[in-house]
């Protein structure tokens, strides 16, 4: 299996500046792409960001030039800077993976737990 743990969520007031963090334990799996998804109270899940494994990078329009999603895959490690908070932002989290388990080309889908992050306007 894969598992995700996401750090660094916490309060901050808008215009300031969070990274969050997304680490990736796994033996049996290779991680391909993965991404930022977040969930306000109330609403659907939606796409953050999501970047491949060699580096490119996708973002939802609402926060293109604001946040940027990298990757160690060395560290196995998934960031996202989060620049100009707005209170719009506000919302849990959460790191995703898709992963192929070795000698398979069966693909599968891992989330994190999630961290809250609140921005105060």
């Known amino acids: 299996q894969v598992q995700l743990v996401e750090s660094g969520g916490g309060l901050v007031q808008a215009g300031g500046s969070l990274r969050l963090s997304c680490a990736a334990s796994?033996?049996?799996?290779?991680?391909?792409?993965m991404g930022w998804f977040r969930q306000a109270p109330g609403n659907q899940r939606e796409l953050v960001a999501t970047?491949?494994?060699?580096?490119?990078?996708n973002y939802v329009d609402s926060v293109k030039g604001r946040f940027t999603i990298s990757r160690d895959n060395a560290k196995n490690i998934m960031y996202l800077q989060m620049n100009s908070l707005k209170a719009e932002d506000t919302a849990v989290y959460y790191c995703?993976?898709?992963?192929?388990?070795?000698?398979?080309?069966?693909?599968?889908?891992?989330w994190g737990q999630g961290t809250q992050v609140t921005v105060s306007s």
């Open positions: 796994t033996t049996t799996f290779s991680i391909n792409a």
């Open positions: 995703h993976a898709n992963a192929r388990y070795f000698g398979t080309s069966r693909w599968y889908d891992y």
């Open positions: 970047i491949s494994r060699d580096g490119s990078t």
